[in-house]
């Protein structure tokens, strides 16, 4: 094999910090939303879950690498740190996204269509998982693809081996 050949060249990783710190961010979002849902604002909590579904989105198709919160921990945190003690896997907190993209526009289209416990019950369920990877470094929706990657319902993807 040659060194073009793309089953031989280096796979990208990622800083795990990254997502970490994006997933305390997110469930800082989340909980504001579930919050103002609780209160009765349920207009803003709308909107607000809406944003943050828009930055699911981001990051389930433009790749965590690409992720908004991903390049402000990049532009202001990774710089005054030492390097990671090992890169990662973009594919598993990608899919993470997608995972989080899901559940909260379930809770925004069925906002939108007058069931307004949808809002706080997606936030929720959204916060969980976000909460569980900023502080215990557990990320659900990684576990889902690995599971499924064993399961082989779904493929590696061209960044794993």
């Excluded at 209160?39 to 809406?50: E, Q, T, W």
């Excluded at 019950?121 to 990684?142: E, K, P, Q, R, S």
Aim: net charge positive; charged share 10%; hydrophobic share 55%.
């Amino acid at each position: 094999m040659s060194p073009s050949d793309p089953s031989t060249a280096p796979r990208p990783g990622i800083d795990p910090r990254g997502p970490r710190f994006g997933a305390g961010i997110t469930a800082v979002v989340l909980l504001v939303v579930i919050f103002l849902a609780l209160v009765g604002a349920s207009g803003p909590a709308l909107a607000l879950l809406a944003l943050q579904t828009a930055v699911f989105a981001w990051g389930a198709f433009a790749g965590v690498a690409r992720h908004p919160y991903g390049l402000v921990y990049k532009a202001l945190l990774r710089s005054r740190l030492g390097p990671p003690a090992a890169l990662e896997d973009p594919a598993p907190p990608t899919f993470a996204q997608g995972v989080g993209l899901l559940v909260s526009v379930v809770g925004v289209v069925l906002g939108l269509a007058g069931i307004p416990a949808a809002v706080p019950i997606a936030a929720a369920a959204a916060f969980v998982a976000a909460f569980l990877n900023a502080v215990f470094d557990y990320c659900l929706g990684c576990q889902l693809y690995l599971l499924l990657v064993r399961a082989r319902i779904i493929g590696r993807g061209a960044a794993t081996s």
